[in-house]
């Protein structure tokens, strides 16, 4: 996965073939997104902008590139996938690698108390590009996060409500939200004698059951990262534990977890949490996955992800995966301010370029397809030397705001303009030809029916916006 | 105005005041924009696209940074100001400069042959930032571009049309759009003996009019690219002239300018260009100026900028200059193809950083404030212990479609509570107290006027929608 030594993917073997030659394409894990795929994203860009819009939260944003040292420290085994900038002759920058990190800078640096912001925007990740899963190195986040020194749960559980509002709107079928607790994985591998300097890198193993098996998983723990394999079964038996309250309760009264005071604060959390999203009416897509870990360092208490789980979302090269994930992190801010003062944070991230994959699915799937324009009228000239006047038409009904196209072409054959309109699902065409130049008028078409209606010039506005209003 | 050493703007001069200790900040020529830049960016945003969708444009979104051999060439002088990636071992990459030149690459790759696109996104240049001038190393580019074979100055008719429009409509006092021909300038050096290699030079000082006076231009002509001083001064008699139709017809006819075909050809452009203009009801704003040279190398026919002229947008360090230019470039596409199989384009660039500033500027002089969020409803609690019926009523609302927020405090202050939906201008308040709960009703309160009433909770969406509906 981790793996940055030049790939098999298409865009490198091209680059491959052809020593020395210049070949045209974008770079490594990147793609262009052009006018078939542009409306899809725009859709779930409103979704989600407007589910944002519903909690309050206002927006931000911040360069693409941070002074390097932001980024250090941050992001653990996966610091090796960051982007880094040459040193022209100025600071040292780097891409950023999410949207958390410089959003916590962001406060630090304005000494902002509390703020609850949205910010959608791409990041940078040299990971091992899997296009075919829409996995690139270069993609959108869309961030949510909730800082301020709060009362427990209560941003948490918005989140979690949030995340269930997105997918539930994008409607694209069945999905969990797992939680987890940072607190309680620490508790649990305190009980299981991990030393203190392995939490992170036993949790960073734990963080890969979702996608490889636990044989695996327990073999990195042992060869790789030095764990007893006595702890590493204990905490096998463990991880592999989800369920609703009823675990929670049940792990509260586990024998080595009572005797952890990390473990059961994150279990009270869990049992607060679960309460205020059954008010929030989201709580019955919330699993508690104690197999949850999430990669990041920089988490400190509840962690989330959601998981689409209906049959439809198997891509060719297995499932989508996780769609949106996120966790509380009090610490982070704290590790930008000059005298540690630190603001508690929560929040989320979706899976963007994951749901417009889907998205896209669904749509070939029921045969739908979004236009690419907005055109309402086509003007189109019914013989030769109307282009003075086809231009005139345009001036006014962009002047009246009717978003209208015309031919480029001096003199454009009658059915390529007809054509035009049909194929680019264009509502209204206005047609003039000589005998209506000189009458003052012009033909109004409806694509769809072929109906033709003759109107005065000057009626020509209202007509339009009569026949666009009743559509 | 092109120095990259180390500068003495904010940024750096903090950053070398304590060596070696971590400075919190954004990498140089860069910012960040909180809850009240934004507002102001998303309505001139909003304006801008709906003035491309008012003209049928298509959206393609290209990746921020390119193979650099992608721009190698493109940029003539500046091509020192690009930002480069650090090789970490895979692709030589570099930030876009502009978003034209990745459109080209778009075009030639994907074999278009007609294409009318818009694309926002922000470019990177490593200029000498100019804060308080609202330029910055990293800034908001919004093309919009028209690539095909078509009929003269058809498609270059409708991008003045439309900098007419986006101007008109953002508001922000009078403005002009100069037009000039890079085959008039070519004619124009041939007819002044200026040797063919320097063309692209000569003009590079030229375009610096508008910022110097016509003695630091002849001086770089002639000390710095080695011209003739009485070319210069040939040069420097046509340069300064600028008018509308006349001077076309002047110049068709000048005993120099008759000589060259290019310069013919440019001009002839001109007429035909008017006369579109007329015919769309924008020729009032554009002016013919021989001084408008544009720096990028690939122009190659109708050239434009337009200028705010109002007086109010003379910024502290001189008028605001450039919001919008662009031109025509047959052959970049060109470029990029195996067998130079060439898509004539043309397009413009808003530069819309300084929109926002010239904008911003405006609404404080006017005292208008934008809201930062859409917050319709805040959930308020009168007394302690409702934080479960709180998130109920938020659950209840959100289903319904309306934004909401509450406190994230267990027992928020009722004060507190009715000053932050005041102060954020939020329309109505729901309030609810332990007898409410009992009776299963709520108090809907109207900010504005302090109006109460109250209602059954099933008849609660009704009513704030009633409520919302009226304002």
Partial sequence: NHNNNPSKSKGGERGKDKPGKFVLKTAKGTRDY?????????QVFDVIHSVFHMHGAVEIETPVFELKEVLTGKYGEDSKLIYDLEDQGGEKL????DLTVPFARYVAMNKITNIKRYHVARVYRRDNPAMTRGRYREFYQCD???????????????????????????????????????KILDGLFGVCGVPLEKF???????DKLDKSPWEEVR??????????????????????????EELIEKLKNDERLKNSKDAQAGLSDMTLLYQYCQNLGCESKVVFDMGLARGLDYYTGVIYEAVLTAGQNQGKDGPVG???????????????????????????????????????????????????????????????????????????LH???????????????????????EDNQIPLV????????????????EVTTRDETTVKREDLVTTVKQKLGTK
């Fill in 34 to 42: 052009g006018p078939v795929e542009m409306p899809v994203r725009r």
């Fill in 94 to 97: 780097s891409l950023r690698y």
């Fill in 144 to 182: 949510f996060d909730i800082a301020g020194q709060y009362d427990a749960m209560l941003p948490d559980a918005e989140c979690l409500q949030l995340v269930h509002q997105v997918l539930s709107r994008l409607d694209l079928g069945d999905f969990t939200i797992k939680i987890n607790h940072r």
């Fill in 200 to 206: 992170r890198p036993i949790c960073s193993a734990v």
């Fill in 219 to 244: 073999k990195e723990m042992v060869d790789e990262k030095g764990l007893d394999g006595e702890m590493a079964d204990l905490i096998g038996e463990y991880v592999k534990l989800s369920g609703k």
């Fill in 322 to 396: 996780s769609v949106a994930g996120g966790g509380r992190y009090d610490n982070l801010v704290g590790m930008f301010d000059p005298k540690k003062k630190t603001v508690p944070c929560v929040g989320l991230s979706f899976g963007i370029e994951r749901l417009f994959t889907i998205q896209e699915q669904k749509q070939r799937a029921l045969g739908e397809k979004l236009r690419a324009t907005q055109t309402e009228v086509f003007v189109a000239a019914a013989c030769k030397g109307m282009v003075h006047e086809r231009l005139k038409i345009i001036g006014l």
């Fill in 399 to 421: 002047e009246a705001g009717i978003k209208t196209e015309s031919s480029y072409k001096n003199n454009p054959k009658i059915l390529n303009q007809l054509q035009y309109a």
């Fill in 430 to 445: 206005v047609l003039i030809g000589e005998s209506e130049v000189e009458a003052g008028v012009v033909k109004v078409r």
